[in-house]
């Protein structure tokens, strides 16, 4: 043989390895992506959310069973990932026009969504569908249509520890911030690693900022914009941040505030660890698996002193939205409809513990279960606010507020120069 | 004479001592979190947080694992991520060797840049690459599939593998192929017959890292997996961490069946990292 | 496959002397051993990669139907971002203390459990105890550092303090580069491990022999030896963990304030908290230099040891 030949063998040699290589990967590709065709002329809608793995194994996916039997030749696809995941997932399919058709939306991703042409209007379909939106409790617009509908909403009254208080001499949940202050001082001084009150404001997920800080200014009345803009150093405002930094002053809060997620201070809160936590109605049922000794009730969150008007009751939702490049719009509103409808939306507000987004349904647990029939008197006493709803990049929005508030904490500047610095940076934003 | 040698064993002895207690220290460094890892996982929720801690609660079960086990949907992850990291593995050895190989023993035009481009490119945060990466895979057909995965692995792997590869390549005499080469034997005898066994050590410490990178990957099986029958283990174990709330014995059971393969894995290749396997043809 | 491959090359034909065909062989050669790594790399990491390049140089992409060229507007924009500048301060340290960190434990471990010493059986249950830290992946990494070093958490509890050690200002950024040297180190270890196997046994008598202590040889004898991995190890470190994205992500979010902010996490907000994906690029460009001139002296050290 020559030496060519020889040359040329060792290339083709080489070039099996890289034949083989992917032959192998056609082998697996095969093994894999088998099912996903369209079975026999139904249409298959896809629904990414995160509310699956949230809700107890297979509720979800009965539900779906149910709209498919309602709705004969639909088919729904779950697509359930993390939910601190379904931004991203959702972004890069929009960005590659792979949108499922129906998503599951977070009040603070709407602005985003709707500005980028991700997510359709709603009111248009609405109108197609001749859908009468009167049961809807509320719907998130961005420029005059709707772009969300809040399939659930989690409200986030305050949780007060009854033994810790009651110990520490505090006869009933404080309703005004100075009761507040006093009752978070009483019940630090028990000492044994307790604290009044517990303030998540981890920047990975910075929504402490709009439950656990901004939820004070909310119960007060008060607001955080004006005209649609930012209006942070307005008294409102300054007022709560002022109240908040008092607290810290008093070390009446659990340490470890600055890296805390919304998950930790329930974990600290179900342990007996802290006597009061603004925190989401979802977690009742936990705390109640968790330790089944503790004693807790809700009520809403403390006023400003003398306040007697109506007090905004802070709130997330599950929100629901369609893709703008969804083949399949008409068949995609048929399962908001279903969700929305007042039997199913009792039925996913009792398994989620959650309140229903159509005003005439009542999930069961308004009548069983004292703590929620609370809950819910607070809910009707008040009115959801959750200013941060509908804003654009309203994550990031809170994101500024929690590193300067940070800073103002940290004794590194002035609640002047935090407001200041943070009403710039969001002006910025919008 | 006698007497030397009793100071020599009594050093040698101290040096023993000194060994072990530095063994020891490296191990409660490398192990206590993870022990602790594994006492939670038999815990329940509350147990987890209690002070003051325990190692071991009232509450001591294994309802964590059975809820794992008894969820076909859980152990479809695992099944995954085995073909995943398996395929991935072989693959990455297949290719890594031989373009190692070309770094390692050959000059040729080009050699300088497409080196410095393997290694750099895998320095961009793949949190930029998402998005066009999902786009070209998507068009490519290869969203929610294996090779989709496999492939996307490959890409990540290959630039390490092929480092560490080279530097193992350099690490051997070239007067050893360069011999079988002066009998007349191919450039593939002399790197199978004879670069390859010497690197056995090499190759297992390469794949088994080469496994892991594919068993932990979370960012992309997440992206470029849509359907809950294509999820891996990292996106099993992040959807038990909640909008609200962590199932966290559960976690940290997943968690640490998660790291079984790996350290089975581990363990079987270990006897190629004791000492003699290689060091014999290095020194000839 | 194997069989193919290893195909014995024909002994007939080698009348002439090796030599005078070598020049040939090693022009196609290794371009063939490439071809299967290279056909990839193009596809699935040159291809996104120049993508995510050319829109650092546009205004908003993707949010944009038809984006328009911008020079290097973006550059300027994140060069001139003190949190840029911040980002990239804390992600030297990070990079480098843990690096550092990961050579001299990794080090040390692997020469330990490579003692001779100890007997087999404990030298293999302490080579499985020490590789536990890479076994998880970084999400669970960085939850169960969260929960051993929660104020009310196992470490403070045992050290009867209630520090905290993620949430000060003044301990994150060392508190997160202590986590990732424990999560890190593994990889030294066992590829050094791998390499002390290589280290001619004769070379270390000789070097007794002429009456070498131990610290001596060590540094004479093993560390010249080890040089190749080490250099590929450190490089590929370098590169991994300025990169680090997840473990600091899920500890800290880049708080308190800014003082964990890395080019990761800062680079993760620009694009998915304000959507600003031609930024993120850029900031994404701006890191793939900075790793470039790593690869170029990586390449040339290369060179100078063939």
Same mark, same amino acid.
């Given at each position: 043989m020559s030496n060519e030949a020889q040359v040329r063998r060792r290339i083709v040699q080489a070039a099996g390895v890289t034949a083989a290589t992917f032959g192998l990967l056609a082998v697996a590709g095969c093994a894999g992506g088998g099912d996903s065709g369209e079975s026999g002329g139904d249409v298959t809608i896809e629904f990414a959310q995160w509310w699956e793995p949230e809700l107890p194994d297979g509720e979800f996916r009965a539900l779906m069973d149910e709209f498919e039997k309602q709705n004969p030749g639909i088919k729904v696809e779950l697509i359930s990932g993390p939910y601190a995941a379904t931004k991203e997932q959702l972004f890069a399919g929009a960005a590659s026009r792979t949108m499922p058709d129906v998503v599951g939306l977070d009040g603070a991703w709407v602005s985003d969504f709707a500005s980028q042409g991700v997510i359709t209007d709603l009111s248009a379909l609405m109108e197609e569908a001749g859908y009468d939106d009167s049961e809807l409790a509320s719907q998130v617009q961005v420029d005059g249509s709707t772009y969300m509908i809040p399939v659930v909403n989690f409200v986030y009254p305050m949780f007060t520890n009854d033994a810790l208080l009651a110990d520490a001499g505090v006869k009933a949940p404080p309703k005004n911030r100075t009761e507040f202050a006093e009752a978070a001082a009483a019940v630090t001084d028990l000492g044994d690693d307790t604290s009044g009150w517990i303030l998540p404001l981890s920047l990975e997920t910075p929504n402490g900022i709009q439950n656990d800080v901004m939820s004070w200014t909310w119960a007060s009345g008060g607001t955080m914009l004006a005209d649609g803009g930012p209006d942070v150093t307005n008294d409102d405002v300054a007022s709560t941040v002022d109240f908040v930094q008092g607290l810290w002053d008093d070390g009446v809060i659990a340490p470890g505030s600055f890296t805390m997620k919304e998950q930790d201070k329930v974990e600290e809160f179900t342990n007996g660890r802290v006597g009061m936590m603004i925190d989401s109605l979802a977690h009742i049922n936990l705390i109640r698996e968790a330790n089944p000794d503790l004693e807790f009730s809700v009520s809403a969150v403390p006023a400003e002193d003398g306040y007697e008007g109506e007090r905004g009751i802070p709130y997330a939702s599950w929100g629901i939205g369609v893709a703008e490049s969804s083949e399949h719009p008409e068949e995609a509103f048929k399962l908001i409809e279903f969700l929305m409808s007042q039997e199913t939306n009792a039925e996913l507000s009792s398994i989620a513990g959650a309140f229903p987004g159509n005003k005439t349904s009542t999930p069961d647990f308004v009548a069983d279960d004292e703590l929620f029939a609370d809950a819910f008197e607070i809910y009707q006493a008040g009115y959801p606010a959750n200013e941060f709803t509908g804003l654009p990049v309203a994550e990031q929005l809170m994101r500024l507020f929690g590193e300067q508030f940070q800073v103002l904490l940290d004794g590194g500047q002035t609640t002047e120069e935090m407001l200041d610095k943070t009403q710039a940076a969001w002006e910025a934003e919008f | 004479m006698s007497e030397t040698r009793t100071t020599m064993e009594r050093r040698r002895s101290r040096q023993r001592v000194g060994v072990v207690i530095g063994l020891v220290l490296g191990a409660i460094f490398a192990a206590a979190p993870v022990l602790w890892m594994l006492a939670s996982s038999f815990k329940s929720n509350t147990e987890i947080f209690e002070l003051p801690p325990r190692l071991i609660t009232d509450g001591f079960s294994f309802d964590a694992y059975a809820a794992i086990f008894s969820d076909p949907e859980k152990v479809r992850f695992f099944v995954n991520s085995y073909v995943v990291s398996l395929s991935v593995t072989v693959l990455t050895l297949l290719v890594a060797i031989h373009a190692a190989y070309a770094f390692s023993r050959f000059d040729f035009a080009g050699k300088r840049p497409i080196n410095m481009v393997i290694v750099s490119v895998q320095a961009v945060p793949p949190i930029t690459l998402l998005i066009p990466y999902f786009g070209i895979v998507v068009a490519l057909g290869l969203y929610n599939t294996y090779p989709g995965l496999i492939l996307t692995y490959m890409v990540f792997t290959l630039p390490y593998a092929i480092v560490m590869m080279t530097g193992y390549l350099n690490t051997i005499p070239k007067e050893l192929?360069?011999?079988?080469?002066?009998?007349?034997?191919?450039?593939?005898?002399?790197?199978?017959?004879?670069?390859?066994?010497?690197?056995?050590?090499?190759?297992?410490?390469?794949?088994?890292?080469?496994f892991m990178i594919a068993w932990n990957e979370y960012l992309f099986a997440l992206t470029l997996t849509r359907t809950q029958d294509m999820r891996t283990v990292p996106i099993g174990i992040q959807l038990l961490m909640g909008q609200h709330s962590y199932e966290w014995n559960e976690l940290m059971a997943m968690s640490i069946l998660g790291s079984i393969p790996v350290l089975v894995l581990f363990l079987f290749f270990q006897r190629y990292f004791i000492s003699g396997l290689t060091s014999g043809s290095v020194k000839s | 496959m194997q069989d193919v491959i290893v195909a014995p090359a024909p002994q007939a034909a080698t009348p002439e002397p090796p030599r005078r065909r070598r020049p040939l062989s090693r022009t196609a050669e290794p371009y063939g051993f490439l071809a299967p790594t290279l056909a990839l790399m193009f596809v699935l990491m040159i291809i996104?990669? @120049?993508?995510?390049?050319?829109? =650092?140089?546009? #205004?908003?992409?993707?949010?944009?139907?038809?984006?328009?060229?911008?020079?290097? #507007?973006?550059?300027?924009?994140?060069?001139? #971002?003190?949190?840029?500048?911040?980002?990239?301060? $804390?992600?030297?340290?990070?990079?480098?203390? %843990?690096? &550092?960190?990961?050579?001299?434990?990794?080090?040390?471990?692997?020469?330990?459990? $490579? =003692?001779?010493?100890?007997?087999?059986?404990?030298?293999?249950?302490?080579?499985?105890?020490?590789?536990?830290?890479? *076994?998880?992946?970084?999400?669970?990494?960085?939850?169960?550092?969260?929960?051993?070093? &929660?104020?009310?958490?196992?470490?403070?509890?045992?050290? =009867?303090?209630? @520090?905290?050690?993620? &949430? %000060?200002?003044?301990? &994150? *950024?060392?508190?997160?580069?202590?986590? $990732?040297?424990?999560?890190?180190y593994p990889f030294f270890m066992v590829s050094l491990l791998a390499g002390l196997q290589g280290v001619p046994a004769q070379l270390h008598e000789a070097a007794t022999v002429d009456g070498a202590s131990a610290w001596q040889r060590f540094w004479n004898v093993t560390i010249p030896q080890l040089r190749p991995i080490i250099i590929s190890l450190t490089l590929l470190d370098l590169i991994w963990t300025s990169q680090q994205f997840a473990l600091i992500w899920m500890t800290t979010g880049g708080g308190p304030v800014n003082v964990t902010e890395m080019l990761s996490t800062y680079t993760y907000k620009l694009a998915f908290s304000r959507y600003e994906f031609s930024l993120a690029s850029t900031s994404a460009v701006l890191v793939l230099l900075m790793s470039m001139v790593l690869a170029f002296f990586y390449v040339r050290h290369q060179r100078a040891g063939d």
């Open positions: - | 192929d360069e011999a079988v080469r002066m009998d007349g034997a191919g450039s593939m005898t002399a790197l199978w017959r004879v670069l390859v066994p010497v690197s056995v050590p090499g190759i297992v410490s390469v794949g088994v890292y080469t | 996104p990669v @120049v993508l995510v390049v050319g829109y =650092s140089f546009m #205004d908003n992409v993707i949010l944009n139907a038809t984006p328009e060229l911008v020079g290097v #507007d973006n550059f300027v924009t994140v060069l001139t #971002d003190s949190v840029f500048l911040t980002a990239t301060g $804390n992600t030297l340290f990070f990079t480098v203390g %843990s690096v &550092a960190a990961h050579l001299v434990i990794g080090l040390c471990f692997a020469m330990l459990l $490579n =003692s001779p010493l100890i007997g087999n059986i404990p030298r293999a249950i302490f080579r499985a105890l020490y590789i536990l830290p890479w *076994l998880f992946t970084a999400a669970v990494i960085a939850v169960l550092w969260r929960m051993l070093l &929660a104020p009310n958490g196992v470490i403070n509890y045992l050290l =009867s303090t209630d @520090v905290e050690w993620l &949430a %000060s200002p003044a301990l &994150a *950024l060392g508190t997160v580069t202590f986590i $990732n040297i424990w999560a890190g």
